[in-house]
């Protein structure tokens, strides 16, 4: 998993980069509501320099979901 978007994902959840992985989803962090994901969304594009599409910024679930889109 990118150590780059491990580091985005913990840093808007407020958790440790160890406690994220591929299977974390939505429902195993309480601070991941909507406000949570559009700003990994924008944080990740920013940071990595990559593009992830409307139409699958709405069906992102889970952090395997996130590298879907940055890989």
Same mark, same amino acid.
């Given at each position: 998993?990118? *150590?780059?978007? %491990? &580091? $985005? $994902?913990? =840093?808007?959840? *407020?958790?440790? #980069?160890? +406690? $994220?992985? #591929? =299977?974390?989803?939505?429902? !195993?962090? @309480?601070?991941? /509501?909507?406000?949570a994901q559009i700003?990994?969304?924008? *944080? $990740?594009? +920013?940071k990595m320099g990559? @593009?992830?599409?409307? /139409?699958?910024?709405?069906?992102? %679930? &889970?952090?395997? +979901?996130?590298? !879907?889109?940055? @890989?």
């Amino acid at each position: 998993m990118n *150590e780059q978007l %491990r &580091s $985005i $994902i913990a =840093g808007v959840l *407020e958790v440790s #980069p160890g +406690d $994220i992985g #591929p =299977g974390s989803t939505a429902g !195993d962090f @309480e601070k991941w /509501d909507s406000l949570a994901q559009i700003l990994m969304i924008s *944080e $990740i594009q +920013d940071k990595m320099g990559v @593009e992830i599409p409307f /139409d699958k910024m709405q069906s992102i %679930r &889970s952090v395997q +979901d996130f590298i !879907d889109c940055v @890989e």
